[in-house]
T-cell receptor
Framework: NAGVTQTPKFQVLKTGQSMTLQCAQD?????MYWYRQDPGMGLRLIYY???????DKGEVPNGYNVSRLNKREFSLRLESAAPSQTSVYFC????????????FGNGTRLTVT | AQSVTQLDSQVPVFEEAPVELRCNYS??????LFWYVQYPNQGLQLLLK??????LVKGINGFEAEFNKSQTSFHLRKPSVHISDTAEYFC???????????FGKGTSLLVTP
């Protein structure tokens, strides 16, 4: 049982380049999330999808777009990468509901030069 | 809106000693509370959660936490730590939106022989 799978694991981009981070879960969860983790900042929510067909902004959505492709997949796109987007990105999923714990992927470490 | 404060950014402790990692939250409504652990180069894993009922919650790896509504705290404790408990620990609370978690900035637990 793979759980939450993120690709790629590492990526280096130049300022202005674009890329898409992929996330897939095989637990039949309704809700999916993208967080970024920066030293001393904890995890901050970028976007989430409460259910298939819906997406909502989190705390730090600027510079990002998301697509809930189907129930399994939730991608995060950087249209024009900036050095401030250097971070570790985590995808997570949960059963629907505010008391459901999150299941995390292993992260994508992104460096923008 | 809910917010989470982890009072210690780093906690060094000797092996087999007890440890307490502190977490306070602010909210005007009932909340659900969680502790997650992150081992190096991995995603976050759920340690324990408080949804309702008994205020003392037991989790995996011998950890427990006590919900104190009057002090708005949810401190994590372990009576005797192991080297393998060295990790980053995050306290989290449900957000107003109901679907995503608001995380604290994390506490780095370092266990030494």
């Amino acid at each position: 049982n793979a759980g939450v799978t993120q690709t790629p694991k590492f990526q280096v981009l130049k300022t202005g380049q674009s890329m898409t981070l992929q996330c897939a879960q095989d637990m039949n969860h309704n809700s999916m999330y993208w967080y970024r983790q920066d030293p001393g900042m904890g995890l901050r929510l970028i976007y989430y999808s409460a259910s298939e067909g819906t997406t909502d902004k989190g705390e730090v959505p600027n510079g990002y777009n998301v697509s809930r492709l189907n129930k399994r997949e939730f991608s995060l796109r950087l249209e024009s990468a900036a050095p401030s987007q250097t971070s570790v990105y985590f995808c997570a999923s949960s059963e629907q509901g505010e008391n459901s714990p999150l299941h995390f992927g292993n992260g994508t470490r992104l460096t923008v030069t | 809106a809910q917010s989470v404060t982890q009072l210690d950014s780093q906690v060094p402790v000797f092996e087999e000693a007890p440890v307490e990692l502190r977490c306070n939250y602010s909210s005007s409504v009932s909340v659900y509370l969680f502790w997650y652990v992150q081992y190096p180069n991995q995603g976050l894993q759920l340690l324990l959660k408080y949804l309702s009922g008994s205020t003392l919650v037991k989790g995996i790896n011998g950890f427990e936490a006590e919900f104190n509504k009057s002090q708005t705290s949810f401190h994590l404790r372990k009576p005797s730590v192991h080297i393998s408990d060295t990790a980053e620990y995050f306290c989290a609370v449900t957000r107003n939106s109901g679907y995503a978690l608001n995380f604290g900035k994390g506490t780095s637990l370092l266990v030494t022989p």
